[in-house]
T-cell receptor
Framework: KQEVTQIPAALSVPEGENLVLNCSFT??????LQWFRQDPGKGLTSLLL?????REQTSGRLNASLDKSSGRSTLYIAASQPGDSATYLC????????????FGTGTRLTIIP | DGGITQSPKYLFRKEGQNVTLSCEQN?????MYWYRQDPGQGLRLIYY???????QKGDIAEGYSVSREKKESFPLTVTSAQKNPTAFYLC???????????FGDGTRLSIL
Protein backbone atom coordinates (compact mmCIF):
# COMPACT_ATOMS: atom_id res chain seq x y z
CA LYS A 1 0.00 0.00 0.00
CA GLN A 2 1.38 3.36 -1.04
CA GLU A 3 2.04 5.84 1.74
CA VAL A 4 3.04 9.45 1.26
CA THR A 5 4.73 11.52 3.95
CA GLN A 6 5.46 15.22 4.14
CA ILE A 7 7.79 16.62 6.75
CA PRO A 8 7.68 19.12 8.37
CA ALA A 9 3.98 19.60 8.95
CA ALA A 10 4.53 23.36 9.25
CA LEU A 11 7.28 25.74 8.19
CA SER A 12 7.81 29.49 8.68
CA VAL A 13 10.45 31.42 6.76
CA PRO A 14 11.20 35.12 6.22
CA GLU A 15 10.17 36.71 2.96
CA GLY A 16 12.75 36.49 0.20
CA GLU A 17 14.31 33.22 1.28
CA ASN A 18 14.52 30.15 -0.90
CA LEU A 19 12.97 27.04 0.60
CA VAL A 20 12.47 23.34 -0.01
CA LEU A 21 9.45 21.21 0.83
CA ASN A 22 9.86 17.46 1.08
CA CYS A 23 7.70 14.54 0.05
CA SER A 24 8.50 10.84 0.40
CA PHE A 25 6.61 7.80 -0.82
CA THR A 26 6.98 4.12 0.02
CA UNK A 27 6.34 2.45 -3.35
CA UNK A 28 8.61 3.65 -6.15
CA UNK A 29 6.32 2.18 -8.84
CA UNK A 30 4.55 5.45 -9.50
CA UNK A 31 2.86 6.73 -12.64
CA UNK A 32 3.25 10.40 -11.75
CA LEU A 33 3.56 12.82 -8.83
CA GLN A 34 1.74 16.10 -8.38
CA TRP A 35 2.29 19.08 -6.13
CA PHE A 36 -0.78 21.06 -5.11
CA ARG A 37 -1.39 24.27 -3.22
CA GLN A 38 -4.38 24.68 -0.89
CA ASP A 39 -5.45 27.99 0.60
CA PRO A 40 -7.55 27.91 3.80
CA GLY A 41 -11.08 26.70 3.16
CA LYS A 42 -10.42 26.25 -0.55
CA GLY A 43 -9.88 23.47 -3.01
CA LEU A 44 -6.58 22.33 -4.46
CA THR A 45 -4.68 24.10 -7.20
CA SER A 46 -2.27 21.98 -9.21
CA LEU A 47 1.23 23.46 -9.29
CA LEU A 48 3.41 20.91 -11.03
CA LEU A 49 3.10 17.37 -12.32
CA UNK A 50 6.10 15.11 -12.87
CA UNK A 51 5.74 11.98 -14.94
CA UNK A 52 7.61 8.90 -13.71
CA UNK A 53 10.10 9.23 -16.58
CA UNK A 54 10.96 12.82 -15.68
CA ARG A 55 13.43 14.16 -13.12
CA GLU A 56 12.05 17.66 -12.65
CA GLN A 57 9.52 20.26 -13.71
CA THR A 58 9.69 24.03 -13.44
CA SER A 59 7.06 26.74 -13.39
CA GLY A 60 8.14 30.28 -12.60
CA ARG A 61 9.69 30.34 -9.12
CA LEU A 62 8.76 26.70 -8.50
CA ASN A 63 10.86 23.67 -9.28
CA ALA A 64 9.85 20.12 -8.42
CA SER A 65 12.25 17.20 -8.57
CA LEU A 66 11.62 13.47 -8.50
CA ASP A 67 13.92 10.66 -7.43
CA LYS A 68 11.95 7.44 -7.78
CA SER A 69 14.72 5.18 -6.57
CA SER A 70 14.84 6.90 -3.20
CA GLY A 71 11.10 7.57 -3.08
CA ARG A 72 11.48 11.32 -2.77
CA SER A 73 10.31 14.53 -4.33
CA THR A 74 11.14 18.10 -3.42
CA LEU A 75 9.39 21.36 -4.20
CA TYR A 76 11.79 24.30 -4.37
CA ILE A 77 10.35 27.80 -4.02
CA ALA A 78 12.68 30.64 -4.93
CA ALA A 79 12.52 34.15 -3.49
CA SER A 80 9.50 33.41 -1.30
CA GLN A 81 6.67 35.95 -1.02
CA PRO A 82 3.86 36.36 1.54
CA GLY A 83 1.42 35.21 -1.16
CA ASP A 84 3.14 31.83 -1.13
CA SER A 85 1.68 31.16 2.32
CA ALA A 86 -0.56 28.10 1.97
CA THR A 87 -0.59 24.36 2.56
CA TYR A 88 1.37 22.38 0.00
CA LEU A 89 0.33 18.81 -0.75
CA CYS A 90 2.05 16.18 -2.78
CA UNK A 91 0.22 13.22 -4.25
CA UNK A 92 1.18 10.19 -6.31
CA UNK A 93 -0.60 7.92 -8.72
CA UNK A 94 0.77 4.41 -8.41
CA UNK A 95 1.15 2.03 -11.30
CA UNK A 96 -1.21 -0.37 -9.59
CA UNK A 97 -4.56 0.87 -8.35
CA UNK A 98 -3.90 3.91 -10.45
CA UNK A 99 -7.37 5.31 -10.35
CA UNK A 100 -6.57 7.50 -7.42
CA UNK A 101 -4.16 9.99 -6.00
CA UNK A 102 -2.54 9.07 -2.70
CA PHE A 103 -1.97 12.27 -0.77
CA GLY A 104 0.49 13.33 1.87
CA THR A 105 -0.79 15.28 4.86
CA GLY A 106 0.74 18.51 3.63
CA THR A 107 3.17 21.18 4.80
CA ARG A 108 1.64 24.44 6.03
CA LEU A 109 3.94 27.20 4.84
CA THR A 110 3.98 30.70 6.33
CA ILE A 111 6.09 33.44 4.75
CA ILE A 112 6.87 36.16 7.25
CA PRO A 113 6.90 39.68 5.75
CA ASP B 1 -14.35 29.68 -17.91
CA GLY B 2 -14.22 25.92 -17.54
CA GLY B 3 -14.10 24.51 -14.08
CA ILE B 4 -15.66 22.50 -11.29
CA THR B 5 -18.47 23.89 -9.18
CA GLN B 6 -19.33 22.45 -5.80
CA SER B 7 -22.41 23.47 -3.87
CA PRO B 8 -23.30 24.38 -1.26
CA LYS B 9 -20.14 25.80 0.29
CA TYR B 10 -21.41 25.00 3.79
CA LEU B 11 -23.91 22.30 4.74
CA PHE B 12 -25.38 21.18 8.03
CA ARG B 13 -26.84 17.77 8.72
CA LYS B 14 -29.18 16.67 11.43
CA GLU B 15 -28.96 13.27 13.04
CA GLY B 16 -30.51 10.56 10.86
CA GLN B 17 -30.65 12.79 7.79
CA ASN B 18 -29.24 12.14 4.35
CA VAL B 19 -27.66 15.09 2.56
CA THR B 20 -26.45 15.47 -1.01
CA LEU B 21 -23.42 17.45 -2.15
CA SER B 22 -23.40 18.71 -5.70
CA CYS B 23 -20.47 18.61 -8.11
CA GLU B 24 -20.70 19.90 -11.69
CA GLN B 25 -17.92 20.24 -14.25
CA ASN B 26 -17.85 21.81 -17.70
CA UNK B 27 -14.39 20.59 -18.63
CA UNK B 28 -15.72 17.66 -20.68
CA UNK B 29 -13.82 15.30 -18.39
CA UNK B 30 -14.73 11.63 -18.31
CA UNK B 31 -13.43 10.85 -14.80
CA MET B 32 -14.72 12.36 -11.57
CA TYR B 33 -13.79 11.81 -7.93
CA TRP B 34 -14.92 12.56 -4.40
CA TYR B 35 -12.41 13.03 -1.59
CA ARG B 36 -12.80 13.65 2.11
CA GLN B 37 -10.31 15.86 3.99
CA ASP B 38 -9.96 15.77 7.77
CA PRO B 39 -7.58 17.90 9.85
CA GLY B 40 -4.12 16.38 10.05
CA GLN B 41 -4.91 13.76 7.42
CA GLY B 42 -4.41 13.64 3.71
CA LEU B 43 -7.30 13.53 1.30
CA ARG B 44 -8.97 10.14 1.14
CA LEU B 45 -10.87 8.82 -1.85
CA ILE B 46 -14.56 8.06 -1.30
CA TYR B 47 -15.81 7.18 -4.79
CA TYR B 48 -14.68 7.68 -8.34
CA UNK B 49 -16.29 7.38 -11.74
CA UNK B 50 -14.41 6.60 -14.91
CA UNK B 51 -17.34 7.20 -17.23
CA UNK B 52 -21.07 7.91 -17.24
CA UNK B 53 -23.20 5.26 -15.52
CA UNK B 54 -20.15 3.71 -13.89
CA UNK B 55 -18.62 4.32 -10.47
CA GLN B 56 -16.35 2.47 -8.08
CA LYS B 57 -15.72 2.55 -4.35
CA GLY B 58 -12.62 4.22 -3.04
CA ASP B 59 -10.93 3.68 0.31
CA ILE B 60 -13.71 5.00 2.56
CA ALA B 61 -17.01 4.43 0.71
CA GLU B 62 -19.05 3.18 3.67
CA GLY B 63 -21.89 5.54 4.53
CA TYR B 64 -21.74 7.31 1.17
CA SER B 65 -23.46 6.86 -2.19
CA VAL B 66 -23.02 8.42 -5.63
CA SER B 67 -24.59 8.48 -9.07
CA ARG B 68 -23.24 9.39 -12.51
CA GLU B 69 -26.23 9.85 -14.80
CA LYS B 70 -24.63 12.72 -16.71
CA LYS B 71 -21.05 13.35 -17.72
CA GLU B 72 -21.09 16.77 -16.09
CA SER B 73 -22.50 15.75 -12.71
CA PHE B 74 -21.34 13.49 -9.88
CA PRO B 75 -23.42 14.09 -6.73
CA LEU B 76 -22.40 12.59 -3.40
CA THR B 77 -24.97 11.58 -0.78
CA VAL B 78 -23.84 11.34 2.81
CA THR B 79 -26.22 8.88 4.40
CA SER B 80 -27.26 8.50 8.03
CA ALA B 81 -25.02 5.42 8.12
CA GLN B 82 -21.97 7.70 8.03
CA LYS B 83 -21.44 8.25 11.75
CA ASN B 84 -18.70 10.83 11.47
CA PRO B 85 -19.59 12.99 8.48
CA THR B 86 -18.06 16.26 9.65
CA ALA B 87 -15.31 17.01 7.14
CA PHE B 88 -14.33 19.04 4.10
CA TYR B 89 -15.44 17.31 0.89
CA LEU B 90 -13.63 17.90 -2.38
CA CYS B 91 -14.73 16.93 -5.86
CA UNK B 92 -12.26 16.53 -8.71
CA UNK B 93 -12.27 15.61 -12.37
CA UNK B 94 -9.75 14.53 -14.97
CA UNK B 95 -9.87 13.93 -18.69
CA UNK B 96 -9.19 10.23 -18.08
CA UNK B 97 -8.03 8.16 -15.13
CA UNK B 98 -4.32 8.84 -14.41
CA UNK B 99 -4.55 12.33 -15.91
CA UNK B 100 -4.08 15.50 -13.82
CA UNK B 101 -7.03 16.15 -11.56
CA UNK B 102 -8.75 19.52 -11.24
CA PHE B 103 -10.49 20.34 -7.97
CA GLY B 104 -13.53 22.29 -6.90
CA ASP B 105 -13.57 24.65 -3.92
CA GLY B 106 -15.09 22.11 -1.57
CA THR B 107 -18.12 21.74 0.69
CA ARG B 108 -17.77 21.86 4.46
CA LEU B 109 -20.26 19.55 6.16
CA SER B 110 -21.08 19.88 9.84
CA ILE B 111 -23.45 18.13 12.23
CA LEU B 112 -26.15 20.10 14.01
Amino acid sequence: KQEVTQIPAALSVPEGENLVLNCSFTDSAIYNLQWFRQDPGKGLTSLLLIQSSQREQTSGRLNASLDKSSGRSTLYIAASQPGDSATYLCAVISNFGNEKLTFGTGTRLTIIP
Amino acid sequence: DGGITQSPKYLFRKEGQNVTLSCEQNLNHDAMYWYRQDPGQGLRLIYYSQIVNDFQKGDIAEGYSVSREKKESFPLTVTSAQKNPTAFYLCASSRLLNQPQHFGDGTRLSIL
